[in-house]
């Protein structure tokens, strides 16, 4: 298997609730490297174009509102089979239905609020990337 890319966020309550760090070693701990990194926040117009694939959901209003509320930690990873693999670790969306040990069973409060945001395919993985770095900001290979 190929290594590649996935993106993530660290969602405002897991920020709020100081989650930056347990987070980060489960992630590194997974065989992640963390190739680019931003603690930042998103806009309510940027909310909406991020997740406008669910803008005719009911949840929609909530998940913008949700996700506008405090700053986020975003990154590129790196991994064999990233996205895939990411997605395991991250668990299901639902904190009620992660299996144990997945970072939303430990860390997410419920479905709407759930602490990470892990890219659903390779195509996504790139899109979600460039929405949040330019190409100066993202390293590759062996740093050093
Ligand atoms: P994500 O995109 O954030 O990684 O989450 P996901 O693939 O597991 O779930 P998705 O269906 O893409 O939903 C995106 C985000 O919308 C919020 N949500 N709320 N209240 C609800 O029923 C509901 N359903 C989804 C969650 O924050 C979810 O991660
Ligand atoms: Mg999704």
Known sequence: MATNRTFTMLKPDAVEKGYIGPILEKINAAGFKIVAMKMTRLTTAGAEEFY???????????????????PIVAAILEKENAVEDFRVLIGATNPADAAEGTIRKLYAESIGNNAIHGSDSDENAAIESAFHFSGREVFSGKFF
């Open 52 to 70: 406008k694939i669910h803008k005719d959901q009911p949840f929609f209003g909530d998940l913008v509102k949700y996700m506008t509320c405090g």
